[in-house]
């Protein structure tokens, strides 16, 4: 199988702690990083993905706004930065422990962190990534 994300969530998923909109969400977070932690490719898309699924039930979700669909353009040209090749929509990638660290690495630089301006999350993601990722569930062993 492979895990439907949208680009924004390429950055999201390094920081992620267990924490998030409802107990539904973090449920389902924490099955969409075990999908990856095994080996599931990335399938990038546009629009909501298997990360907003519960979301998706609300009322007005946030998922749906411009600014999201903004997030997810900067997203996309912060990975494919350091992918060192273009990246789109209908694109696969695969996660392994190497590549994530680069993705670390840059986050923590703030290479990628364009996408995640004015997210109401920035502060947690930063405090995570300032003290060396810690917590996170996305772990390759």
Known sequence: MTVKLRAHHLLCMLTYVGKGYSPAFTTN??????????GEDILIKEGPDDICEPLLATTEPHCLRDSVVERDTE?????????????QVGDTINLEAVRVGKFRDAFAKGQTRRACIGCEWFEL????????YQGTKLTFE
Not at 29 to 38: E, G, P, S, T
Not at 75 to 87: E, F, K, S
Not at 126 to 131: M, R, V
């Open 75 to 87: 997203a996309m040209h912060g990975v494919a930065d350091l992918l060192g090749r273009p990246l």
């Open 29 to 38: 977070y924490d099955k969409v990083i075990a999908r990856l932690v095994v």
């Open 125 to 132: 993601c930063s405090a995570i990534s300032k003290a060396d």
